[in-house]
């Protein structure tokens, strides 16, 4: 009977034991899976504007993530003025822009108490192209001017065959027209006979597919269509010289059409969007802006 009272004791502490050990460890589990299922939780960055940026928004985006796994980065285009919008809408964090935000855009953003804060992060040379048939080898921004607005219609106005003119042009939503509009075309209207096209590299594909159009596009499409469209080097004035878009060029500044290229921010932003811009200007980020045709800002 002894023995019986000693065994149901000695059941009952083991039992007990078990049941403070189950006790305390439960809390220290629970503590120690709570940064483990924060790490591995996926933060979204979403980047909207530019189409002559996506290209470079995209390699930001894709070695971005690589530094930062669990962080996801989304790139779409659209336009400067389609990304502007969104920033001020709250539909994207971050906007990237190939022209300065305006005035309208600026007092909308106090309207809405956003705190806009403007990254220039590179500079990009903006090449005129040509179809390779066609025999023109330089054009003045004087030249370029007044094909834009229409006021010359025919190849041969400079120099090259009695030949129509077709002008393409992006929309007017784009970054990269508005800067055209108000850098080389001094604010003219373009041409009505324009034909206006909704991204860059519809630009390209319909300059390599007739003779007689012209186009704008950034400097890194240019250098992507170099074998089926042709760069003309740009004169500042008739008694300067004609000069390409490049590296050297547009830091030197003796390429005439260059610009600086943006992303736009909300002063609040998250840490996450802080560290997205952070590596944009980061050795790491300009080195694949060099890498992707645009320039630098370092």
Not at 193 to 210: E, F, M, N, P, Y
Not at 253 to 281: H, M, Q, W
């Amino acid at each position: 009977m002894i023995m019986k009272i000693k065994r149901l004791v000695t059941g009952v502490a083991v039992l007990l034991l078990l049941l403070q050990v189950s006790c305390d460890s439960g809390p220290k589990e629970s503590s120690k899976s709570q940064p483990v299922s924060k790490a591995g939780s996926q933060k979204a960055i979403s980047v909207k504007g530019s189409d002559t940026m996506v290209h470079l928004t995209s390699s930001w985006a894709e070695q971005f993530m690589g530094h930062y796994p669990g962080t996801q980065v989304s790139v779409t285009g659209g336009g400067s003025g389609t990304g502007i919008a969104a920033l001020l809408n709250g539909t994207t964090d971050i906007c990237a822009s190939s022209r300065e935000i305006q005035g309208k855009e600026k007092e909308l953003a106090l309207q809405k108490k956003i705190d806009l804060v403007e990254h220039a992060v590179a500079r990009d040379g903006l090449a005129i192209i040509v179809n390779p048939a066609n025999p023109v080898a330089e054009l003045s921004l004087e030249q370029i001017r007044k094909i834009f607005t229409g006021e010359y219609a025919n190849w041969k106005d400079v120099g090259g065959p009695d030949l129509p003119i077709i002008v393409l042009s992006r929309e007017s939503s784009s970054g990269t027209f508005v800067f055209f509009q108000e850098f080389v075309l001094n604010k003219a209207d373009y041409t009505p006979k324009a034909r206006l096209l909704a991204g860059t590299s519809a630009l390209v594909q319909s300059v390599a597919a007739d003779q007689g159009a012209i186009a704008y596009v950034g400097l890194a499409f240019a250098l992507d269509a170099k074998a089926t469209v042709k760069m003309l080097p740009v004169k500042s004035t008739d008694g300067a010289p004609a000069v390409l878009p490049g590296d050297e060029t547009v830091r030197a500044g003796k390429y005439p059409i260059a610009r600086p290229l943006y992303l736009y921010t909300n002063g609040s932003s998250s840490p996450e969007v802080k560290a997205f811009v952070d590596f944009c200007l980061s050795d790491a980020g300009q080195k694949i802006v060099t890498e992707t045709g645009y320039i630098s800002v370092k």
